[in-house]
């Protein structure tokens, strides 16, 4: 019998509540309170995530942030900022030892970006790894990841992009100078790409989520039996929101 | 003195410096280390940083101990090392 992981769907959560539960969860799996598990997620209101090493007041524009609705959250993974508006976003939670992980940092990240490539071409689109840590269609990147390692257990989230807007985008980053601001939309405009320019539609969060629940399960052999966060998994992301991720001093850190 | 640096780390990411340092003595009075890099464990560039203070702005001598504190704290970087890091605070001074 194939091993079974937990999956999870949580939709449209602010963008504290998100950061929260992957943290959660690497808690409790760290704890071995839960199985390995993949979630797929999305977040409402739009939200911008920074990396852990990144100044939040360099990268972020928080006025125009606040004037477009826009929610903003300090990671606990490093890496860039990403603008979360359209888009699936996946986390998989998993114990350092597992067999299935390499113990390289670097080839965990690739092999973990597995799973979200064999997702993709189950949505008929071709993909491949660049390190560090993208995945690109056609040269151009569909999904960013990020991960890290605590309490002996990996977490990795990471992006697949549905749509994207690099105008809106361009509007709430910092740029270092204004005058290249065009010039970067410009440049990020061909640099990125998203599932509905690449099949010419739009795919439902749906569709997208059971392509990758696919891709992770082919990846990893596994089964994902969908359930839900635990009791001791939602106090304390109820804690780490409150805490961490929607606490100004985690957020303005650095 | 205060000063700035944006650098990318050849085949890697972008450090950003943020540097206070003593014209005086050129020595490091505080110094920020911010980017889209990776580091393993993260909270160890705080520990980078606060060791940082006081070490003369000298090349030779910020990267041996930028490489000292990468061994003795188990630092693992990805997209960014010590030579870049050097690189970048050395830049504030130009």
Same mark, same amino acid.
Request: aromatic fraction near 8%.
């Given at each position: 019998m194939k091993e079974q992981w937990r999956y999870l769907i949580t939709n449209n959560l602010s963008a504290a509540k998100n950061m929260a539960i992957d943290r959660a969860v690497l808690v409790a799996n760290s704890e071995e309170k839960v199985p390995p598990t993949v979630r797929f997620y999305t977040w409402s209101p739009p939200a911008i995530s920074i990396g852990y090493f990144q100044s939040l007041s360099e990268e972020v524009d928080l006025e125009k942030c606040k004037k477009l609705g826009v929610e903003y959250v300090r990671r606990i993974t490093g890496g860039g900022a990403v603008f979360h508006e359209e888009e699936l976003t996946y986390s998989i939670v998993i114990p350092e030892s597992h067999s299935e992980i390499p113990k390289n940092i670097m080839d965990s990240y690739a092999r973990i970006c597995g799973a979200v490539i064999k997702g993709l071409k189950n949505l008929e689109i071709e993909s491949?790894?660049?390190?560090?840590?993208?995945?690109? !269609?056609?040269?151009? &990147?569909?999904?960013?990841?990020?991960?890290?390692?605590? $309490?002996?257990?990996?977490?990795?989230?990471?992006?697949?992009?549905?749509?994207?807007?690099?105008?809106?985008?361009?509007?709430?980053?910092?740029?270092?100078?204004? &005058?290249?601001?065009? +010039?970067?939309?410009?440049?990020?405009?061909?640099?990125?790409?998203?599932?509905?320019? $690449?099949?010419?539609?739009?795919?439902?969060?749906? +569709?997208?989520?059971?392509?990758? &629940?696919?891709?992770?399960?082919?990846?990893?052999?596994?089964? $994902?039996?969908?359930?839900? $966060?635990?009791?001791?998994?939602?106090?304390?992301?109820?804690?780490?929101? +409150?805490?961490?991720? !929607?606490?100004?001093?985690?957020?303005?850190?650095? | 003195m205060n000063s700035k640096s944006i650098y990318k780390i050849p085949g890697g990411k972008l450090v950003k410096i943020s540097l206070e340092y003593d014209e005086n003595n050129n020595t490091i009075s505080s110094v920020k280390i911010t980017g889209d890099f990776f580091a393993y464990p993260e909270e160890a560039i705080e520990t980078l940083e606060n060791s940082l203070k006081n070490t003369e702005i000298k090349k030779e001598i910020v990267l041996k101990k930028i490489n000292s504190l990468i061994s003795s704290n188990n630092i693992e970087f990805i997209g960014l090392n010590a030579e870049g890091i050097t690189e970048a605070i050395m830049r504030c001074l130009q």
């Amino acid at each position: 019998m194939k091993e079974q992981w937990r999956y999870l769907i949580t939709n449209n959560l602010s963008a504290a509540k998100n950061m929260a539960i992957d943290r959660a969860v690497l808690v409790a799996n760290s704890e071995e309170k839960v199985p390995p598990t993949v979630r797929f997620y999305t977040w409402s209101p739009p939200a911008i995530s920074i990396g852990y090493f990144q100044s939040l007041s360099e990268e972020v524009d928080l006025e125009k942030c606040k004037k477009l609705g826009v929610e903003y959250v300090r990671r606990i993974t490093g890496g860039g900022a990403v603008f979360h508006e359209e888009e699936l976003t996946y986390s998989i939670v998993i114990p350092e030892s597992h067999s299935e992980i390499p113990k390289n940092i670097m080839d965990s990240y690739a092999r973990i970006c597995g799973a979200v490539i064999k997702g993709l071409k189950n949505l008929e689109i071709e993909s491949k790894y660049a390190p560090i840590n993208d995945i690109i !269609s056609g040269g151009k &990147k569909i999904s960013g990841n990020a991960q890290t390692r605590k $309490l002996k257990t990996v977490l990795q989230h990471g992006t697949v992009l549905m749509d994207v807007d690099v105008e809106k985008m361009f509007s709430i980053l910092r740029v270092p100078n204004e &005058k290249i601001r065009d +010039k970067m939309i410009s440049d990020v405009k061909q640099r990125v790409t998203s599932v509905k320019h $690449l099949l010419g539609n739009t795919v439902s969060f749906e +569709k997208a989520a059971s392509a990758m &629940k696919r891709g992770f399960e082919g990846e990893f052999d596994i089964e $994902l039996i969908p359930g839900e $966060l635990t009791d001791y998994e939602l106090n304390l992301s109820d804690e780490f929101e +409150k805490d961490c991720f !929607s606490n100004p001093d985690w957020n303005h850190k650095r | 003195m205060n000063s700035k640096s944006i650098y990318k780390i050849p085949g890697g990411k972008l450090v950003k410096i943020s540097l206070e340092y003593d014209e005086n003595n050129n020595t490091i009075s505080s110094v920020k280390i911010t980017g889209d890099f990776f580091a393993y464990p993260e909270e160890a560039i705080e520990t980078l940083e606060n060791s940082l203070k006081n070490t003369e702005i000298k090349k030779e001598i910020v990267l041996k101990k930028i490489n000292s504190l990468i061994s003795s704290n188990n630092i693992e970087f990805i997209g960014l090392n010590a030579e870049g890091i050097t690189e970048a605070i050395m830049r504030c001074l130009q």
